[in-house]
């Protein structure tokens, strides 16, 4: 597993942005699928966007659609996910892993996440 460190969370209001970022030191992630993933208070985790590095392509949850976009840097090193217009409900935990779907994520894969916290 490639260790990924997650930053950029923060306190916002309702309609207000982030953008998270996912850092792997020292490792390209070009030849990975990079999935976003959300956990709010008394939740099960969800994954929430999805990027095929070596193709672009990019799908996400209905909840986040044309709000969220997932994307990478030039060297796929790090995998960011700007979030528009958010929303109380997206409030939640956001982690990164190498998959796209929770059940291909060993739970020694997680890593911290970084807090979200939008207010009305």
């Known amino acids: 597993q490639v260790p990924l460190v997650e930053s950029g969370g923060g306190s916002v209001q309702s309609g207000g942005s982030l953008r998270l970022s996912c850092a792997a030191s020292?490792?390209?992630?070009?030849?990975?699928?990079m999935g976003w993933f959300r956990q709010a208070p008394g939740k099960e985790r969800e994954a929430i966007a999805c990027l095929r590095q070596w193709d672009g392509t990019t799908t996400y949850a209905d909840s986040v659609k044309d709000r969220f976009t997932i994307s990478t840097d030039d060297q796929k090193y790090t995998i960011y996910l700007q979030m528009n217009s958010l929303k109380p409900d997206d409030t939640a935990v956001y982690y990164c892993a190498t998959a796209c779907t929770r059940d291909r994520v060993p739970m020694s894969a997680w890593g911290r996440g970084t807090q979200v916290t939008v207010s009305s």
């Open positions: 020292g490792f390209s992630l070009e030849h990975y699928r």
